[in-house]
């Protein structure tokens, strides 16, 4: 096999690190820009998979990045469970809000897999013309992270919409989480049926949740995620990415059998290497902002990060997703640097 980042998602050192980067499709590319303007509305884009494998193959044609990671968003599954999601050019998401315990009883027992037809046929059509050394991706959003714009609309500094929901709500929320557990389950299945090598699930808003919060409804449905997964693609291959987890990554390192986690640029390596690397390999955790700054910060960064991850198993990636203002040149620095 010469995928090199999946075979360090099968727990081996490479001797120069896999990378791609989170959102590494999108605004900060004038080719995407040009798509994107193209498709009409974002879920137009997402949905029409001949512009969608446009999009996913950009920065892999460009940049030559080991990781492809499949154009889409986290929000078609609540789009696929009947909510109404739009996108507003420079706006975030919109979603119509969940205020009460009836509107979760309400949603449907499974979502609408026709719905997401066209994600299935975006991932067939970039796996033909893939390199065959480049490892593909598909994702999903964690349930919390889903759930927090399901409740709350829109994203917002602290989603203390849906931190409220779950405290006067527990049994209504425990059921919304795991209404999107069993849609996860379903579509990262199907995801890696019609060709993704592995899947990333994304907890974004992880990091907000107190501790025992952040076992029940981060740790726990995520592994409830990744078991059913396997149960239907036993050899799947998983990245958890729980931002902003903190003190908790040893704790979901080990609850969660996902095969790598993702670090944020939070995360004090010394402890990410001592406590996540020594059980399972890492990615990240470059902070975007560095990548964006360039010049003497973005070189003292690379090497922070190599330094720290570079005896273990490691794929190279940022610690959120690429911000829309990063140069493309400081993208092909980056590459340059850590392949030299
Ligand atoms: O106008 C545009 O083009 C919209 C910008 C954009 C893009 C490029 C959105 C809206 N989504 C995406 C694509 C996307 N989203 C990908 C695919 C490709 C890639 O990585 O190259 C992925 C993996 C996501 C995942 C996603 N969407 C997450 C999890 C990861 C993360 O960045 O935290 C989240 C939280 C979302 C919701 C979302 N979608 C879009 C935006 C601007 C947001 C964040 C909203 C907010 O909290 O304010």
Redesign the pocket.
């Known amino acids: 096999m010469n995928k090199s980042l999946l075979r360090v998602l099968h727990g081996e050192r490479r001797t120069i690190p896999p990378v791609w ?7 900060y590319l004038p080719e ?2 040009a798509t ?1 303007e193209q498709a009409g509305g ?1 879920l137009d ?2 949905f029409s998979p001949k512009l969608a494998a446009e ?2 193959l950009q ?1 892999i044609r460009r940049f030559g990045f080991d990781g492809a ?7 078609v599954v609540p789009h696929a469970l009947g909510r109404k999601v739009r ?1 507003e ?5 919109k979603l119509e809000p969940i205020g009460t315990p009836q509107t979760v009883a309400s949603l449907p027992a499974e979502i609408d897999h026709d719905l997401l037809a066209p994600v299935y046929e975006t991932i067939a059509l970039v796996k033909g013309m893939l390199p065959p050394d480049v490892t593909f991706l598909g ?1 999903c ?1 964690a349930p919390w ?1 889903v759930a927090t ?1 399901m409740i709350a609309g ?3 500094p602290d989603q203390a919409p849906a931190r409220l929901f779950a405290y006067r709500h527990p049994d209504a929320f425990e059921w919304l989480i795991e209404c999107l557990v069993q849609a996860s389950i379903g579509y990262l299945a199907r995801q890696l049926r019609a060709g993704v090598d592995a899947v ?1 699930i ?1 907890d ?2 992880a990091g907000i949740l107190p501790p025992e919060e952040f076992r029940r409804w981060c740790i726990a449905p995520t592994e409830k995620i990744v078991r059913g997964v396997r149960a239907q693609v036993p050899d799947a291959k998983i990245i958890g ?1 729980p ?1 902003g987890a903190g003190s908790m990554l040893p704790h979901y390192a080990d609850a969660v059998a996902v095969d790598a986690v993702g670090l944020d640029w939070m995360i004090e390596r010394r402890f990410a290497k001592e406590q996540v690397q020594r059980r399972k390999p890492v990615q990240g955790n470059l902070d975007p902002l560095a990548l964006l700054a360039g010049g003497a910060a973005l070189d003292a960064g690379i090497e922070a990060v190599l330094e720290a991850f570079g005896d273990g198993p490691f794929i190279f990636n940022l610690g ?3 911000l ?1 203002e990063t140069p493309v040149a400081h993208v092909e620095h980056l590459l340059k640097r850590i392949r030299a």
Do not use: K, N
């Open positions: 980067l989170m959102r590494q499709a999108g605004r995407y820009r994107r974002f884009l997402c999009v996913t920065p990671i499949l154009f889409s968003d986290i929000l996108f050019v420079g706006e975030g998401p994702f959003g992270t714009y829109e994203g917002t990333q994304f974004t808003w990415f931002r959120h997703g690429i829309p």
